[in-house]
């Protein structure tokens, strides 16, 4: 299967890796292939500083390491068992979720989380902690990580769990692949009857009516999830459509017939995308579902994947690339807080296509640097347009800051050292377990010494910590 971000084209030339956004756009030293887990690269001896990178399906800089190595990881994708009583597989880590599925699905088995899109690996499902629709009901996905090996850059490959290692095992879940290489993991995949999904469309009219849809179904429901018209303004603060869904029990049902994907040829022309256009996007959304509630039974691929039925669907942000901005506020501050983003939003002229909002259940994420937490989770997409994005963004962050919230790092170009490290106090222990070796583009950016900081003064190991080899 091909993915578009693979490294190596036709001819066998190494492509330099971008992330999903193309924002920021950098380049690495070298892009370094890994083929067998018994032919590894000795790391420690590459020139400069070291990253895995396998689908790029992160939107900034997290999975780049500009002036670095790029370790290619989508090679390593081969599965090493399965265990068809409990549902326990162990595959190699380049292996993507679209390969599990098309393998699993008809064996009766699913992901126990997955992300809107299957066409991330499971390197990096574990190294973001990924979370899906599924939140309230099953955490993150590294809830259902049982073990993995990890290759340090000294050679020594170490073998963590919840009993082995186990501070080492905390730290990659959610490390942002700066612990050493993920070479396989095992995690519990969850039985299921048939492909289908039972779902249901609502349509709300504003964010109390969202709040009110979202606590009735998070009983009911295994998955929840909205998208939003956040441009209506007003003390509605946004409208849209209510998704929720339950795996189908029927005995019956044929199986999925395949659709092929559609791809974006060419890099639309940024002037296409304006907060006309979204507009006008959203009227058609909102209105084409002309019923309040709609029920189908669908298969799995377009409830969880709808975006995956266009390739390279980044190419409409035009050649600048865009940014995506996903963030969690605590419920208590949910009202407050959203009034105040929108508000900044509307400010700013700018508009976002795939708006998406999703409450967090209370189950604890297991890394020390996992994003979920309770709360009220917004993800947005801005073109990229210079300063003018960069500062509406930086002013998100306050509100958010302010709110108790948090920035996702997945989906981040930008953030501040000083938002990080607010946003996620438990980066000072983190530290202690990321392999000298390895950095990347975000960690050097976020782990710059924060002026003035009350934390920082009179401590020098805080001086780019993730920094130490470059
Ligand atoms: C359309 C779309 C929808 C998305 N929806 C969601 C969502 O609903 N929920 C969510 O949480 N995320 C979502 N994401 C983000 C995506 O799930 C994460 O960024 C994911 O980590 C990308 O995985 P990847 O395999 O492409 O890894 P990359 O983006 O290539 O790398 C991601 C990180 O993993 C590290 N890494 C990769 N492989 C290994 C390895 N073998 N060992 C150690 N570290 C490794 C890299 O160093 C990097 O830090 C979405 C992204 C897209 C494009």
Redesign the pocket.
């Known amino acids: 299967m091909e993915y578009g971000?693979r490294l190596m084209d036709s001819q066998n030339i190494t492509k330099q890796?971008h992330?999903?956004g193309r924002y920021p756009k950098v380049k690495h030293s070298q892009v370094q292939s890994i083929y067998w887990r018994n032919e590894l690269p000795d790391i420690a001896q590459l020139k400069g500083t070291a990253?895995?990178?396998?689908?790029?399906?992160?939107?900034g800089d997290?999975?780049l390491n500009e002036g670095g190595i790029s370790?290619d990881?989508?090679h390593?994708q081969r599965f090493i068992s399965f265990d068809e009583k409990t549902g326990l597989l162990r595959c190699e880590?380049?292996i993507?979720l679209a390969e599990i599925l098309e393998v699993l699905v008809p064996r009766g088995w699913f992901l126990p989380v997955?992300?809107?899109?299957k066409?991330?690996?499971?390197?990096?499902?574990?190294?973001?902690?990924?979370?899906?629709?599924n939140h309230h009901r099953s955490g993150?996905?590294g809830c259902h990580v049982t073990c993995f090996e990890?290759l340090r850059s000294n050679g020594e490959r170490l073998l963590c769990s919840p009993e082995h290692n186990s501070e080492m095992f905390r730290a990659?879940i959610g490390?942002?692949?700066?612990?050493?290489?993920?070479?396989w993991a095992e995690f519990r995949l969850k039985p299921i009857v048939n492909p289908y999904i039972d779902m249901d469309h609502i349509r709300f009219a504003s964010l109390d009516e969202f709040f009110e849809i979202s606590a009735e179904s998070d009983a009911d429901y295994e998955y929840t999830m909205s998208w939003v018209d956040i441009l209506i303004g007003g003390k509605n603060l946004c409208r849209g459509i209510f998704m929720r869904g339950n795996h189908n029990l029927s005995r019956q049902l044929e199986p999925v017939k395949k659709r092929l994907p559609l791809a974006v040829p060419i890099d639309f022309p940024s002037f296409m995308l304006n907060s006309l256009s979204v507009k006008a996007f959203n009227e058609l959304y909102y209105h084409k579902q002309v019923p309040k509630r709609v029920h189908k039974i669908v298969s799995y691929d377009p409830f969880f994947y709808p975006?995956?039925s266009i390739h390279d669907?980044?190419r409409m942000y035009g050649k600048r690339g865009f940014l995506?901005y996903q963030f969690v506020i605590p419920f208590e501050e949910g009202h407050h807080a959203m009034r105040e983003i929108l508000a900044r939003i509307r400010r700013s002229g700018e508009g976002s296509f795939l708006t998406?909002l999703k409450t967090f259940g209370d189950i604890a994420s297991p890394g020390m640097l996992s994003?979920?937490r309770p709360g009220l989770t917004l993800?947005l997409d801005f073109a990229y347009d210079g300063q003018k994005t960069l500062r509406l963004l930086e002013d998100l962050d306050h509100i958010v800051l302010q709110s108790g919230g948090a920035v996702?790092p997945?989906?981040d170009a930008r953030m501040s050292a000083e938002s990080f490290q607010a946003f996620f106090p438990g980066w000072k222990e983190f530290s202690a377990y990321v392999d000298p070796k390895f950095s990347?583009s975000?960690w050097r950016r976020v782990t710059a010494v924060v002026p003035d900081s009350v934390d920082n003064q009179g401590d020098p190991e805080l001086t780019r910590i993730g920094d130490t080899i470059r």
């Open positions: 971000l890796p992330s999903w990253l895995p990178f396998a689908y790029g399906r992160s939107y997290s999975c370790l990881v989508s390593l880590a380049g993507s997955s992300p809107g899109t066409f991330v690996s499971v390197g990096g499902a574990i190294a973001n902690d990924i979370h899906g629709k993150t996905f990890l990659t490390g942002l692949g700066l612990t050493g290489l993920i070479l975006l995956d669907w980044y995506q998406v994003f979920p993800a996702y997945a989906k990347s975000f």
